[in-house]
């Protein structure tokens, strides 16, 4: 298939697919005799691969180690168990962040009056740290 139909089929954007190539995430394709580039079943897969990663939030270089250790199937899989951990651990410490973030714009919001700005809870609130709650 050429470059825009594998766009199409995994819906990922042509400039993409070009980067994911340049920098070693995807092998680059065979040429027709017309010098377009031809993909296969192989490419399809292995940028759905990259693709999913991505969403989940790895980065191209747990994806590059990732890819890396499914091109040899007869390596030991601890290292992918490692990688996916490592992002998990970092997930959770996200969470935990927007919970306080969440908590603390809550508490502002909540201490809102309506009236005019001079005597806004909101705007005093942004403007005086020390009434934080939580770090963030």
Known sequence: MKIGELSRATGTKIETIRYY??????????RTAANYR???GAHRA???FVRHSRELGFTIEEIRSLLDLSDHPDRDCG???RIASL???QVEGKIAQLTLLHDELSRIVGRCRG???????V???LG???QCRGTH
């Open 123 to 125: 705007i005093e609130a």
């Open 21 to 30: 190539e340049r920098i070693g995430l995807l092998p680059a394709p065979a």
């Open 128 to 130: 005086d740290h020390a």
């Open 87 to 89: 992002h998990l651990e």
């Open 115 to 121: 009236g005019l700005a001079g005597d806004c809870r």
């Open 46 to 48: 292995r940028l759905a």
């Open 38 to 40: 031809s993909y296969g």
């Open 79 to 81: 290292e992918a168990d």
